[in-house]
């Protein structure tokens, strides 16, 4: 009987290499690849619908009910130049801060109880379930009476808009780390918060960042509205008092400055803080779905 | 059975003699274990009465087909389970909890720490539980990834590596702790055959290199056969003790005394009509 033989493909030492490459990859045209970042697409739709939007008010010539984008534009600058506006935004985002560091921080103290004790899950769980169908603002008529026209009225608001957010989907992420993880901090003797801290956090740190990113969502929107209610605090208002009291003046071009100003701050915070946190972390870890 | 046990060529020796003697001198004693898991709505008797002993540099190996408890067994050594009734002893103090003295190295590929580099996450156990300063721990940590051929990926991440790169450095990461034991628990099963069988030779020469000692666990003969010098032969439900194969290292594939073994070993395990899988 005859042996196994190997036979090598004929052409494997006779052939040339390279020369059929341009045929495997080839360039595409520099327009092609330019119109491939979608950044560069989505610039050009907001200068589209920027310049319908000057066509538009022009044509209607109505600067009370629809200014045109040069007037807002215009008129952002200015209350940029004479410090209403940065004053506005400052005030906005330390009672902001407030609030959104203060929620984190109940919430990362009740999820630790959550996944350390049984009837803390429990707690955790019914106060979820109660908490998180209530829109925060909802609370503001209470909070006024109890805290009064003030600061401290906004952060509590604002803290029932994050922590409930934050906490299901930290506790989720938690339940979510894979039992061979576990059975590895366990295997390295790590207990109690050094286990939390080491182990569970960076592994849930997908769902921790989306309940962050939900959080502050909650958050921001709440206090724009909260602020629109009733926004003098210690004698100066926020982005949403600039608003409503821009619109009391009929400065409408001012409303749109300052509408403008709360989507600006919004996708930044949205674009370029969650997202730089996202790719320094998960995506860096491979850990993004 | 019995007559199938004295036909073997390589020594499968009736469980009892096998560790009669030197129950305190062992590194790990299994004394009449017998583990008992729940569901949710059964108890299942997953080994009973099972006892072994594991000597100094010894590459054991628990082997039996799926439902034998091998397993549970290992993780019960690992300090994840607590026996129902018998004891666990390693160099004569009772396992109670995990801890860093047994090292585990997992079948999935997702054990490593997805945050850490692969210099990261060889380091951490040793700065976490054995509380080396960053310096020296960062060098016996190059030092064992060396040693399984990942130099050139010591700075990349989990998620950037092949599966059988991953189990190197779960390896690599067991046996930096330098463990009284290395528990392997199917650690190649998810591997292609190829990187299988180069994981395999890889074990050896480390084996060869350190004379750690490790428990490993498979359902594969062929696996157990040239990975071991014991083997213990687990019948399944529930998993008790069926054999023990001394001397496996004298086994050689050039003479077909290793095919020889792994028929031995197949026939003993699948004896019993309804034990087919």
């Known amino acids: 009987m005859a042996n196994p033989q190997i036979i090598l493909a004929s052409d494997v030492t006779t052939n040339r290499p390279h020369s059929n490459v341009a045929e495997v990859e080839q360039k595409l045209g520099t ?8 950044a560069v697409r989505k610039t050009v739709l907001i200068i589209v619908l920027a310049l319908i939007w000057q066509a538009y008010a022009v044509y209607l010539d109505n600067p009370l009910l629809f200014p045109t984008l040069s007037d807002t534009l215009i008129t952002m600058y200015d209350r940029f130049a004479d410090g209403v506006l940065p004053a506005r935004i400052w005030t906005t985002l330390q009672v902001l801060i407030t609030g959104y560091v203060a929620g984190t921080a109940l919430a990362a103290l009740l999820t630790i109880l959550a996944i350390n004790t049984r009837i803390g899950t429990d707690f955790l769980e019914t106060m979820t379930a109660m908490f998180n169908p209530l829109p925060a603002i909802s609370l503001l008529p209470l909070a006024l009476i109890w805290f009064g026209l003030g600061a401290s009225s906004l952060v509590f608001v604002l803290i029932h808009s994050v922590l409930w957010a934050v906490a299901l989907n930290t506790h989720a992420g938690f339940l979510g780390v894979s039992r061979t993880l576990r059975m590895v901090g366990g295997n390295y003797g790590l207990t109690g918060l050094s286990y939390v801290l080491r182990i569970l956090v960076p592994a849930a740190f997908p769902s921790i960042l989306t309940g962050l990113k939900i959080g502050w969502a909650f958050a921001w929107r709440t206090l724009i509205a909260a602020e629109l209610v009733f926004g003098v605090s210690s004698g100066q208002g926020g982005l949403g008092w600039f608003i409503f009291e821009n619109r009391n003046l009929l400065d409408i071009p001012a409303v749109f400055a300052g509408l403008l100003t709360v989507i600006i701050i919004g996708l930044v915070v949205e674009n370029l803080v969650f997202q730089t946190i996202e790719r320094h972390t998960i995506q860096k870890w491979g850990m993004k779905e | 059975m019995l007559q199938a046990t004295q036909r073997m060529t390589h020594g499968i020796t009736e469980t009892a003699d096998a560790h009669g003697q030197g129950a305190s001198r062992s590194l790990l004693t299994v004394d009449k274990v017998t583990l008992r898991y729940k569901t949710p709505n059964l108890l299942v008797t997953a080994t009973e009465d099972v006892s072994f002993s594991v000597e100094q540099s010894d590459r054991f190996v628990l082997l039996g087909p799926s439902g034998c408890g091998k397993s549970t067994l290992l993780k019960a050594v690992g300090g994840y389970m607590t026996p129902v009734s018998g004891s666990i002893h390693i160099n004569g103090r009772p396992v109670k909890k995990p801890g860093a003295d047994r090292m585990m190295v997992f079948q999935e590929f997702d054990q490593l720490l997805p945050w850490k580099t692969v210099l990261e996450n060889v380091m951490f156990p040793l700065l976490v539980a054995r509380k080396l300063p960053r310096a020296e721990a960062e060098e016996r940590a190059r030092d064992y990834i060396d040693k399984v051929k990942l130099t050139r990926a010591a700075d990349s991440y989990p998620h950037t590596l092949s599966g059988g790169m991953k189990q190197r450095v779960a390896i690599a990461r067991g046996m930096a702790m330098q463990p009284d034991i290395l528990l392997m628990d199917e650690p ?20 060869d290199d350190t004379k750690f000692t490790v428990i490993f666990v498979t359902h594969s003969i062929a696996e157990a056969i040239k990975i071991s010098n014991r083997i213990l032969l687990l019948s399944p439900h529930p998993g008790r003790v069926k054999a023990e194969v001394i001397d496996v290292d004298q086994a050689r594939t050039d003479d077909g005394s290793a095919a020889a073994l792994e028929r031995d070993i197949h026939n003993l395990l699948f004896s019993e009509p309804g034990h087919r899988e």
């Open chain 2, 188 to 207: 190649f099963a998810a591997l292609d055959a190829l990187t299988r069988r180069q994981m395999q030779d890889e074990l050896l020469q480390l084996w």
């Open chain 1, 31 to 38: 327009l092609e690849l330019v119109w491939g970042i979608s």
